[in-house]
């Protein structure tokens, strides 16, 4: 995770630039992770999906790479309640994470803030995003929903490009559930070790066009709901500044 606001910035710039998704610091997303059941734990990791899992909950920035885990949650816990209970949630909301004040977004002079996007399951707040509830969308919300799906979906390849790495995700991990919580960390950290290394960049993935209830205290005494931040980025999306031109296209 960047320690300096620059480190920040940088990621916002790679989504900006390769998504199209001004102001974004990372997309997040769980990804079920199969276990055999432990002893005397009943129910506990058994997962919506049927099966039994822990939870490796993830960031990562545009070039497919971690900066944030949390391991080892059990299967029927959602993504937004451990989101709530972990250390990047709190840190944030404490202000221990030095994030970038907010800034305009491009071609525009009202500043808004730098957010984390994930999907539906996720509350949204101050410094989370969403999309719009799927249900008698109007166009402008759909465009937002279709700008932000190409943003979020860096998470899901992550995940894919690291489970398709390490067969080990291919089948139930036989391993205690100290030993599999150490093996997912390592996982991800080799992960990373390998995208720095291996000589392949977001820019060379990029092949089709067009797939590329907090409050926030700005300036002292402005406060925005997460809902009024979404619609911000929403009317962004279809302004003259902010649409791109596959967008109208892509959601019918």
Not at 12 to 20: L, T, W
Not at 25 to 44: A, T, W
Not at 174 to 197: D, F, G, M, Q
């Amino acid at each position: 995770m960047p320690s300096t606001q620059e480190g920040w910035l940088k990621i916002a710039a790679g989504f900006e630039n390769v998504a199209n998704f001004p102001n974004c610091i990372g997309s997040i997303d769980g990804k079920h992770v199969r276990i055999i059941c432990p002893e005397h734990s009943g129910s506990l990791f058994s997962n919506y999906k049927k099966y039994y899992s822990i939870v490796l909950l993830a960031m990562c920035d545009s070039d497919y790479q971690f900066t944030y885990i949390n391991v080892g949650s059990c299967g029927t816990d959602s993504d937004s309640t451990i989101f709530k209970g972990s250390t990047l949630f709190t840190n944030i909301n404490n202000g221990d994470i030095t994030l970038p004040p907010p800034k305009p977004l491009p071609n525009t002079t009202e500043p808004l803030p730098y957010m984390i996007i994930g999907d539906s399951a996720f509350g949204i707040s101050n410094k989370v995003l969403r999309p719009y509830a799927r249900s008698n969308l109007t166009t402008k919300k759909k465009i937002f929903n279709y700008r932000m799906s190409r943003a979020r979906r860096y998470i899901e390849s992550t995940f894919g490009i690291m489970s398709n790495k390490f067969n080990i995700f291919h089948r139930p991990m036989n391993t205690s559930l100290p030993n599999t919580i150490t093996i997912l960390k390592a996982c991800c950290v080799l992960h990373n070790y390998i995208r720095e290394r291996d000589g392949y960049r977001v820019e060379d993935t990029l092949t089709v066009e067009g797939f590329q209830e907090l409050n926030l205290n700005m300036n002292g005494n402005i406060t925005r709901s997460g809902d009024m931040i979404r619609d911000k980025f929403a009317n962004y999306f279809v302004s003259p500044s902010g649409s791109v031109p596959w967008q109208d296209t892509s959601i019918f």
